[in-house]
């Protein structure tokens, strides 16, 4: 199924969320190390209410992510520009240009250019390069306990410390950026993926309104025929005695069912052309579901060897039935028997959450090259087949949720027909 837009940007702004907590977190073990163990004097207040500043905005970023909306470019935007302006100011508390962290200044403008690439990636840019050109001559320079700021500075142990300082945030820097852009990576690429099965997805529905449209026309067509012949079929007999021609007479009979048949499956599909699931379906406990698509089936495949295996446990759960369905469940099945030397095995099976409907046959085996056009495109192996069938049968079934698979069999093949409960 298609990945819903919402929670796609919903995952990406949750990154943002975890990416900003470990932000804070970090910020406040630097904070400590530097109080404690360097004796740096920081300014507490300023940067503690920054710190709270940064809390709150996360949380109404995790309110927005629990909202299930779909997040615009716009808001990633506010969410960075928060973060490089809050970024800004703690470095404006703790030495300007001179603090060691100032690679964080990339993170976000790697996000926003895997993102949101365009006017608003370089708008992020300059606002960036602004604030850490300010911070070049603006900014409150750090001083030790007990120390002078500029004798200190000149000592050979803190430049070292500083060295060190700016490796160490070079390092957090390029790992947040890799782990980062390598997630968003794989996010797009799923959203490419997402994006082509929706093309296909619709290929399909278009196909599906022709072959609807054909069928209207053609169940209006098909009337006045079919009618004529039911005429022709009563009047075969007439002057014939019933038991000299006992075998004409029942050519008749099968011929009448037939046109029967044909008329019953027209008027089904006058009834249901057009109409979709939920006007139609209604739930059924699936051990009901299970019989009455097998029962029809073997009402009109009377010549067909079957044999339904169903588990030793209750099946729980409930499933849609309608007559498109029931149609569907049918092809596959007929499909089965048509391909099978002898007898097609049903297999019944299920979970918690899904009944598993497998139709096992003994034929020769479908190929992968069919297993890969299964669904996609209309084709038929049958000499006289019009290759509909299996394409109508799939794209019914998946409408309502249930998944098809094919695997090949020492000798045959299984169809699996995947239907989730209600």
């Not at 160490?168 to 490419?192: C, H, I, N, P």
């Not at 005695?241 to 011929?255: R, Y």
């Not at 057009?274 to 209604?282: P, V």
């Given at each position: 199924m298609a990945q819903d837009p919402a929670n796609s940007s919903s995952r990406i702004l949750m990154q943002l969320f975890w990416l900003r907590n470990f932000t804070m977190v970090f910020l406040i073990a630097m904070f400590l190390l530097a109080l404690f163990v360097l004796e740096i004097d920081l300014p507490v207040m300023p940067l503690s209410f920054i710190l709270l500043i940064l809390a709150l905005a996360n949380l109404a970023t995790r309110k927005l992510i629990n909202s299930h909306k779909v997040v615009s470019e716009s808001s990633i935007f506010n969410q960075l520009s928060i973060d490089i302006i809050a970024f800004s100011l703690i470095l404006y508390f703790a030495g300007g240009a001179t603090n060691p962290f100032t690679f964080f200044y990339l993170i976000p403008l790697a996000i926003s250019a895997t993102i949101i690439p365009g006017k608003?990636?370089?708008?992020?840019?300059?606002?960036?390069?602004?604030?850490?050109?300010?911070?070049?001559?603006?900014?409150?320079?750090?001083?030790?306990?007990?120390?002078?700021?500029?004798?200190?500075?000149?000592?050979?142990?803190?430049?070292?410390?500083?060295?060190?300082?700016?490796?160490?945030?070079?390092?957090?820097?390029?790992?947040?950026?890799?782990?980062?852009?390598?997630?968003?990576?794989?996010?797009?690429?799923?959203?490419?993926?997402?994006?082509?099965?929706?093309?296909?997805?619709?290929?399909?529905?278009?196909?599906m309104i022709t072959l609807g449209t054909l069928a209207a026309g053609t169940a209006h067509e098909l009337g006045?025929?079919?009618?004529?012949?039911?005429?022709?079929?009563g009047e075969i007999t007439?002057?014939?005695?019933?038991?000299?021609?006992?075998?004409?007479?029942?050519?008749?009979?099968?011929?009448?069912?037939?046109?029967?048949?044909?008329?019953?499956?027209l008027s089904v599909l006058s009834d249901t052309v057009?109409?979709?699931?939920?006007?139609?379906?209604?739930p059924v406990a699936a051990q009901e579901f299970v019989e009455q698509v097998v029962s029809r089936w073997r009402r009109h495949r009377e010549s067909a060897d079957s044999q339904t295996f169903f588990p030793d446990y209750p099946i729980e759960g409930n499933l849609i039935y309608d007559k498109t369905i029931d149609q569907a469940m049918a092809n596959l099945l007929n499909n089965?028997?048509?391909?099978?030397?002898?007898?097609?095995?049903?297999?019944?099976?299920?979970?918690?959450?899904?009944?598993?409907?497998?139709?096992?046959?003994d034929g020769e085996g479908i190929s992968d090259e069919k297993i890969?056009?299964?669904?996609?495109?209309?084709?038929?192996?049958?000499?006289?087949?019009?290759?509909?069938?299996?394409?109508?049968?799939?794209?019914?079934?998946?409408?309502i949720g249930a998944s098809v698979a094919f695997s090949r069999m020492n000798p045959g093949t299984r169809t699996r027909v995947v239907l989730p409960f209600l």
């Open positions: 608003q990636t370089w708008v992020l840019t300059a606002l960036a390069v602004v604030a850490y050109s300010l911070l070049l001559k603006f900014y409150v320079p750090l001083a030790y306990f007990g120390h002078d700021h500029h004798n200190v500075v000149a000592s050979d142990g803190l430049f070292n410390q500083h060295v060190i300082g700016m490796w160490f945030g070079f390092l957090l820097s390029a790992t947040l950026v890799t782990w980062f852009v390598t997630y968003l990576s794989k996010e797009l690429k799923q959203r490419d993926r997402d994006i082509e099965e929706a093309r296909r997805r619709e290929l399909r529905d278009q196909q006045t025929p079919l009618a004529s012949l039911s005429v022709v079929a007439r002057d014939y005695d019933p038991v000299k021609n006992s075998e004409l007479f029942w050519h008749q009979e099968i011929l009448r069912q037939q046109i029967g048949r044909c008329k019953e499956i057009g109409q979709s699931r939920a006007e139609t379906g209604h089965s028997a048509d391909e099978s030397v002898g007898r097609v095995n049903i297999a019944i099976s299920s979970n918690e959450r899904e009944l598993y409907f497998d139709i096992i046959d890969a056009m299964a669904g996609e495109v209309s084709f038929s192996s049958k000499p006289n087949g019009m290759g509909i069938g299996l394409f109508l049968a799939l794209t019914t079934l998946r409408r």
